[in-house]
């Protein structure tokens, strides 16, 4: 990249006719400057961690590169590049940290650091970790003249979780068949980001289905029948194949929502009870029209290269590999969530304790033992209207089940 530079003046120096002052720029060990916001810098930038991983496989992961993780909350990170072309958008582009470069050898003068609301600041300085000798090897390495006329470069270090972008950039240090079993990997990596769909919960799918309807491809930004601006073939391919597993996502909790019904209708004795509804208060009918919508405006884009054609032999393949791929990670059915009557124990007390969202539980010390953990994080990353919904059902089809027995 461009690479940023830093210079320091002493203003001690500059006023003191003797020229008295300091001679070199000096924090002291662990104090750092604030040089700046990296992101977010629109309101566009913070994503949910399901909406990135669809957008940087549209653009073939090259978004990674302009990403950051948001402390607060892991569900959602930073990203600052431009929804329609994968590159840094202009307002970032306005801004210094974005062009700092990166080392993996030489001295780290900057460093990501999270301010109280998970924002990315960059700091210049060194860190000190509490190894003295090597502090004042980094402070020999990056000593920076306070003579207003020195320029030093400043670096900053990703750590090894970004090897896999460095080795795309080509400034990896790694041996090449290192590189050569890396890039194997991140191929793996961008296929799971396609089999990951099949297990969407309605919301996220929603938010991935209208970021790619109002963002990535928005309506008239792409010509059509060979006319206006043409869409890159490879982010045309790539966001089709994405459309196509939202809509078996959504062909599959649309069955869902039927088989619960169906199955609430049976344990009840056919009485109308309250339902655990899946779709998470999301019309999926609406949604499979989205969807639709979606697919055929792509199809009519303005492009260099011919669809390839999508059989629905090739759906039942990615269903089956999809299938295969979420039970060897331990992950939830694509079925989702169809209730196991097996597993609803019959004793009602029981059922309230697993499924309890009283205030007495929000209101637990946060020490108290790993049952009440296991709640409380399940009430954290569990939508209100899915937890209260499950709990409803769950000890409706207990009493029915007691009242059977």
């Excluded at 000096?26 to 991983?53: C, R, S, W």
């Excluded at 078996?248 to 009485?271: C, F, H, L, P």
């Excluded at 199809?299 to 089956?320: H, N, V």
């Excluded at 009440?372 to 709990?391: I, N, V, W």
Aim: hydrophobic share 30%.
């Amino acid at each position: 990249g461009l690479g940023v530079f830093v210079r320091c003046s002493s203003f001690r120096r500059n006023a003191n006719k003797s020229g008295a002052g300091p001679e070199i720029f000096q924090l002291m060990a662990g104090e750092l400057l604030d040089i700046g916001v990296y992101a977010p810098l629109t309101a566009n930038d913070k994503k949910h961690q399901h909406v990135f991983n669809c957008k940087t496989y549209c653009f073939s992961l090259r978004t990674e590169h302009y990403s950051f993780e948001y402390s607060p909350d892991d569900r959602y990170l930073f990203d600052i590049s431009d929804d329609q072309t994968g590159e840094p958008h202009e307002t970032a582009r306005r801004h210094l940290p974005m062009y700092v470069n990166e080392t993996t050898t030489g001295t780290e003068s900057i460093h990501a650091e999270n301010d109280p609301e998970g924002n990315v600041h960059y700091m210049l300085g060194l860190k000190y970790t509490g190894d003295w000798s090597a502090y004042v090897r980094d402070a020999n390495n990056f000593m920076l003249k306070a003579d207003g006329k020195t320029e030093k470069e400043i670096f900053v270090n990703y750590g090894k979780d970004y090897e896999h972008v460095r080795i795309r950039e080509g400034y990896s240090k790694l041996p090449l068949k290192r590189q050569q079993v890396v890039l194997g990997r991140a191929t793996k990596h961008q296929r799971e980001f396609v089999l990951d769909v099949l297990a969407y919960e309605s919301p996220s799918l929603a938010a991935c289905v209208k970021f790619f309807s109002t963002k990535l491809v928005p309506e008239h930004y792409y010509g059509e029948g060979g006319h206006g601006i043409h869409i890159d073939p490879e982010l045309r391919d790539r966001a089709l194949q994405m459309s196509r597993m939202f809509r078996i996502r959504a062909e599959r909790i649309i069955e869902t929502v039927a088989k619960n019904r169906e199955m609430a209708a049976e344990s009840q004795d056919g009485s109308d009870v309250e339902r655990y509804d899946p779709s998470g208060g999301i019309d999926m009918e609406q949604l499979m029209t989205q969807i639709t919508d979606l697919i055929e405006r792509l199809s009519r884009l303005s492009c260099s290269r011919p669809i390839q054609p999508y059989s629905k032999e090739m759906e039942m393949e990615d269903i089956a590999e999809a299938e295969e791929y979420h039970k060897k990670e331990g992950k939830d059915s694509l079925d989702g969530d169809i209730l196991d009557l097996s597993d609803i124990d019959s004793d009602e007390n029981d059922d309230d304790d697993d499924y309890d969202d009283d205030d007495d539980d929000d209101d637990a010390d946060e020490g108290g033992g790993e049952e009440e953990q296991d709640k409380k994080k399940f009430r954290e990353t569990c939508p209100e209207e899915r937890r209260a919904g499950l709990a409803r059902y769950k000890a409706l089809l207990a009493k029915a089940l007691t009242r059977r027995t």
